[in-house]
């Protein structure tokens, strides 16, 4: 059984009351564990796509199923516990909470579980050092620098284990060097923890370098 | 189906004919009203009519319809006689209905292109979507009812005595009217929040619709009635006996109307709060109560528990705006100069450094919103401080009031339907027996006239006292003002003189222990217009200080007391009969009314004065002034009813007690308007933390916080905002009132008869400020915490 069954998705953005019909049936399988590059010009509709994909933004038609099971079809609360587990964004920019340590947002998915406040953390910890910034745990947001930033969102979306990781543009504000950090870090979580990952970019060489790549033209996903 | 052949229609509204026809229609419905009322059928049909009205037609007016066809003959004649009118009703109420169905029509959409994903499988909650929940509907409306038919019962039933028999009727379960509405009512608040919470857990949304439908549908009719059950004579006759509890517990503030409607609305709240409570904690599918995390953010967003902010705001709500504004500015000057010496000393050696320094004097500026949230929790805490404040002052001049009248008068006053009360012995021994009574006390009342020598008094009532019992019922001896004494009513021979002059004022000061002990002789002397010389003792009279100081009168002095039909009867009727008495003391009650108008002699005297036999009444003082109406109650039964009535002092000054409550429930309810401006604060404080927020929101959202936890998150930072504001109003509130109890505000005695402003602080009333004050702002934040949950994810994500 696929990850994700993905069949006949159509979305559409409205403009001054106009319909722009983005998504146009797109159907794509993914499996447990792949690595997935997701490639299309600007305005195409890869973020909703993947906005899609993770139950962020709800389809106009069509299904998803999750290991064979339609979340969709829960309710709001049930989609929103499985968003918390199953899913890890990572987005182009960093969005972490202002208010809170590095720390406490890695924390953040253990801590809406209402996970034990100290276990959460001594995991955080963990994974903050793995991302090696064990030195910048009580750092706000505001105090690191956009690499940094961005490995600390990347451990936030990892705290959980997630079975699906959605990284729109990850290094899309990042210098090549900081970027391919990134990129790095992300090909271990996936290798290492087995967690599928979807990453939509505009790097044509990271695109290239991953096992699947996906091309979104005119509302539908074709392979490269 | 074929798909191909459905045409996408839509209504169309032509909003003239709505608008006129939904005009017209309730013209024709006034009309008709009106024929109806004219023909005298609402009368028959009242209740029928009602609950057409309500809309809880079909099934009960068919019933109806059946037992008024039985019985034509009443009506017919009635609605022919009004025929006109009536027809002219229908007629108009027929054409405003079909106005508006004029004005909604259905028409075809232009056609556009089918799209692309025509047949593909539509997105599931929308296919599941359903607008309406009956049960939801039945759940709140159904509420309402038992949340008001509970209320009602239970009063009634606590009142009456919960079981059945003689034997039950004194049991424990036997509540005073005051406590068994207050647990009545919390009962219905209970009833009303369950109601309200289950139905939104039902529906797992606020299901504004069918709340809207179930408060008014179900939940008016009867408080209208209630309303309406004075001005009819057929409700009346129907229920009022059943519904006399509830009525005079609604009458102990003047207007029972303004009470139906404010229990009405307080159940209404309660099941606004139960809605919104049940809708947040089971939005998530399950009930969840645990609020960990959402406190966790929320105390980051608005941090209100600051003890700069609090301890600032206290201050500043103790001492008022200016001087701690002066305190802060001369702080903030000291402050910023060391600083800024600082920094440019910093600057001369290490440009970088001072620099970074300024930048952290910077960021040390308070931002908007924090700006905000401390006006809000100040406006809250002014609310609670003022509302507070102004009902312990008004407690206080009503304990002061019911002080004043109930230490003058009597708790019960039982008296007879006939002349003659010469059993009264008697009748005073079962009335002790009555559990709750404390003590009893014969006396006797009479109209008369006072003079003295100087001058010419009013009319006084002389009530003819036994001094024996007397002081175990009313405060009476221990009104008596130095100088006098109750006993020498008694003991007439006893009365010395008191004026003033060196020997007087000795006299008045030692009096009250050794009076009894002076030899009359030495007051003769320096008063030659007191017959102490006389051969005859004369009676004592007590008189209150108000009708003395007008005659110029003291201790000692005598007194001629007329009584206009004492006498007998001679030929041009009944002839004065006069008496001269001795004052035997002064009472000061501290009632202008009292000290003026009454006057008190020994009961054998008044008997033989006013030519009785037996007493006009019998005071009694209870354990429990507030259960003094049931206690009436319970001494009239064991009197066996007629000849014997009782009255209790609620009802003996109703009006002056039912104003005093009416002005305080007033001054409440535009005090807590006070909280609800301070409210608005907080619905503004709030909506400006969602906007900040949209952002963050969203991210929560995608980290799997579902709506109901951003719900939360949001309500718990404009309930701080409202716990910091009651707690800080609390202790500002109370620290006033206790100024102004130990330090005193002085009045004018000649306007208030009180030396200084009286102060009570009630426990109760005060907690309920706070608690109205924090439900206020509960109330003010659902609204942005719900606009915050519908914060689209994506919106906030969408990158710049």
Redesign the interface.
């Known amino acids: 059984m696929a990850l994700l069954e993905v069949r006949d998705v159509f979305k559409s953005y409205f403009l001054h009351g106009k319909r722009i019909d983005v998504l146009r049936g797109v159907s794509l399988d993914i499996e447990e564990g792949e690595l997935v590059s997701l490639v299309g010009a600007s305005g195409a509709g890869k973020s909703t796509l993947l906005h899609v994909l993770g139950t962020l933004d709800a389809p106009a038609a069509g299904r998803i199923l999750f290991r064979g099971v339609s979340i969709l079809e829960r309710g709001e609360a049930a989609i929103a516990d499985f968003r918390n587990r199953t899913i890890g964004f990572v987005f182009q920019n960093h969005y972490l909470l202002p208010e809170f340590t590095a720390l406490e947002n890695v924390a953040m998915p253990a801590l809406i579980q209402r996970q034990d406040r100290a276990k959460a953390l001594g995991y955080a910890r963990d994974l903050l050092d793995r991302v090696e910034l064990a030195a910048r745990v009580d750092h706000r947001p505001g105090e690191l620098s956009g690499g940094e930033a961005q490995r600390v969102a990347l451990a936030r979306a990892l705290m959980l284990r997630p079975a699906l990781l959605l990284a729109d543009e990850p290094t899309g504000n990042l210098d090549p060097q900081t970027g391919e950090g990134i990129h790095q870090l992300l090909r271990e979580v996936n290798r290492d923890l087995g967690i599928a990952a979807i990453v939509v970019t505009h790097n044509e060489a990271l695109a290239q370098s991953m096992p699947r790549r996906l091309r979104l033209f005119g509302g539908q996903v074709q392979p490269t | 189906m074929n798909r191909a052949v459905i045409a996408e229609r839509q209504t169309a509204y032509r909003w003239g004919y709505v608008w006129t026809g939904g005009l017209v229609a309730l013209a024709g419905g006034a009309l008709l009203a009106t024929a109806l009322i004219r023909a005298g059928a609402v009368r028959a049909a009242a209740g029928e009519l009602a609950l057409i009205a309500f809309g809880w037609g079909p099934l009960v007016s068919v019933l109806k319809g059946f037992a008024a066809v039985l019985d034509p003959l009443r009506n017919r004649s009635a609605i022919f006689s009004q025929l006109p009118l009536f027809a002219t009703g229908v007629a108009l109420w027929a054409l405003g209905w079909a106005l508006i169905a004029l004005g909604i029509r259905r028409t075809t959409a232009s056609p556009s292109p089918p799209?692309?994903?025509r047949g593909?499988?539509?997105?599931?909650?929308?296919a599941?979507y359903t607008d309406f929940y009956w049960g939801t509907l039945l759940a709140y409306g159904g509420g309402m009812l038992l949340a008001e038919l509970t209320l009602i019962l239970l009063h009634t039933a606590l009142v009456a005595g919960v079981g059945r028999g003689g034997a039950a009727r004194d049991g424990l379960l036997r509540a005073s009217p005051i406590s068994a509405f207050a647990i009545a009512l919390l009962a219905g608040f209970a009833v009303a929040f369950a109601a309200g919470f289950i139905g939104a857990s039902r529906a797992?949304r606020l299901s504004v619709p069918e709340a809207t439908v179930g408060i008014f549908y179900f939940g008016l009719p009867i408080p209208i009635g209630l309303t309406a059950l004075s001005s009819s004579s057929l409700l009346e006759l129907r229920f009022g006996y059943r519904l006399r509890e509830v009525t005079y517990v609604a009458g102990l503030i003047g207007r029972p109307e303004l009470g139906y409607w404010l229990v009405f609305l307080g159940l209404a709240l309660w099941m606004v709060f139960g809605i919104t409570a049940g809708f947040i904690a089971t939005?998530?599918?399950r009930v969840d109560l645990?609020t960990?995390?959402e406190l966790?953010v929320a105390r980051?967003?608005a941090a209100v528990f600051k003890p700069r902010l609090l301890l600032g705001l206290l201050v500043v709500l103790l001492l008022g705006i200016v001087p701690p504004l002066i305190i802060y500015a001369m702080v903030r000057a000291a402050d910023a100069a060391v600083e800024r010496t600082r920094i440019r000393a910093l600057g001369m050696s290490d440009p970088l450094k001072a620099s970074e320094a300024l930048d952290r004097l910077r960021t040390e500026e308070h931002s908007p919103t924090a700006m905000m949230t401390a006006l809000s929790v100040g406006g809250v805490g002014v609310g609670v401080m003022a509302l507070i404040i102004v009902l312990s002052v008004m407690s206080g001049f009503e304990v002061d009031l019911q002080q004043k009248i109930l230490g003058t008068n009597a708790h019960i006053f039982v008296s007879k339907y006939s002349d003659s009360f010469t059993e009264y012995p008697e009748v005073m021994q079962k009335i002790r027996a009555v559990k709750g009574v404390v003590a009893t006390t014969p006396f006797v009342l009479g109209e008369v006239m006072v003079t003295s020598d100087r001058d010419t008094g009013g009319g006084l009532v002389v009530k003819g006292i036994d001094p024996a019992t007397v002081g175990e019922v009313t405060d009476l001896r221990k009104n008596i003002l130095p100088g006098g004494s109750l006993d020498n009513l008694a003991h007439p021979e006893n009365i010395s003189a008191m004026r003033f002059g060196a020997e007087g004022v000795s006299a008045r000061l030692t009096s009250r222990t050794e009076g009894r002990q002076r030899p009359p002789e030495d007051v003769a002397i320096i008063e030659p217009s007191a017959p102490r010389n006389a051969e005859r003792v004369l009676p004592g009279i007590i008189l209150g200080t108000e009708m003395s100081a007008k005659l110029h009168l003291f201790v000692g002095d005598r007194v001629n007391v007329v009584a206009p039909l004492g006498g007998e009867l001679g030929p041009q009727g009944p002839v004065p009969k006069s008496r001269p008495f001795r004052v035997a003391g002064l009472a000061y009650s501290g009632m202008y009314e009292y000290d003026l108008k009454f006057a008190y002699i020994e009961l054998h005297e008044a008997q033989k004065f006013f030519n009785v036999e037996g007493v006009t009444g019998i005071d009694v003082k209870v354990a429990d002034i507030d259960d003094a109406r049931r206690i009436a109650t319970a001494i009239v039964d064991t009197l066996e009813g007629y000849p014997y009535k009782a009255k209790d002092w609620g009802a003996m000054n109703q009006n002056l007690f039912s104003a005093l409550r009416l002005e305080k429930l007033v001054m409440g309810i535009i005090l807590t308007i006070i909280v609800i401006v301070a409210a608005g604060l907080i619905i503004a404080t709030v909506i400006m933390l969602v906007l900040e927020k949209r952002?963050?929101i969203?991210?929560?959202?995608?980290?799997?916080?579902?709506?109901?936890?951003i719900v939360k998150i949001f309500l718990a930072e404009g309930l701080q905002i409202g716990c910091a504001g009651g707690l800080l109003g609390l202790f500002s509130g109370v620290a006033w009132c206790l100024f102004i109890e130990r330090v005193g505000i002085k009045l004018d005695p000649q306007v208030y008869y009180i030396p200084a402003l009286p102060v009570r602080i009630e426990p109760l009333q005060t907690a309920i400020s706070v608690v109205i004050a924090i439900l206020v702002t509960y109330l003010a934040s659902v609204y942005p915490a719900l606009k915050a949950s519908q914060v689209?994810?994506?919106e906030g994500?969408k990158?710049?």
């Open positions: 799209s692309e994903a593909a499988a539509l997105y599931p909650p929308l599941r797992r939005s998530s599918g645990r960990g995390f966790f980051r967003h952002k963050e969203s991210v929560l959202k995608a980290l799997g916080v579902p709506d109901g936890g689209e994810p994506v994500l990158s710049e």
